[in-house]
Nanobody, 116 residues
Framework: VQLQASGGGLVQAGGSLRLSCAAT????????MGWYRQAPGKERELVAF??????YYITSVKGRFTISRDNAKNLVYLQMNSLKPEDTAIYYC????????????WGQGTLVTVSS
């Protein structure tokens, strides 16, 4: 599986961006898909994921970010609204195979910069 993330950029606080992640592979629909981010000087954190059992968001993005997927097109999105400077980070998409305990595949990352 190969993942290609895109959609990052520079936006003012309060603005919106939509990140996309394109995946190869015929079993995409069975994978848990996640979005991580890593801010300068901070550890990478899981922002949201979408799996067969549901959707998860970290508290700091609830109500502002929405993860969605189009299994027919092997795409996963992260719609980010009401962006804050603290959302500035490199965002990575990741895929976890069924039964795996960790994310197995990673995209290259896309930079999101939110100016105040």
């Amino acid at each position: 599986v190969q993942l290609q993330a895109s959609g990052g950029g520079l936006v003012q606080a309060g603005g919106s961006l939509r990140l996309s992640c394109a995946a190869t592979g015929r079993t995409f629909s069975s994978y848990e898909m996640g979005w991580y981010r890593q801010a300068p000087g901070k550890e990478r954190e899981l922002v949201a994921f979408s799996s067969g059992t549901g959707i998860y968001y970290i508290t700091s993005v609830k109500g502002r970010f929405t993860i969605s997927r189009d299994n027919a097109k092997n795409l996963v999105y992260l719609q980010m609204n009401s962006l804050k400077p603290e959302d500035t980070a490199i965002y990575y998409c990741a895929a976890k195979r069924p039964g795996s305990s960790r994310y197995d595949y990673w995209g290259q990352g896309t930079l999101v910069t939110v100016s105040s």
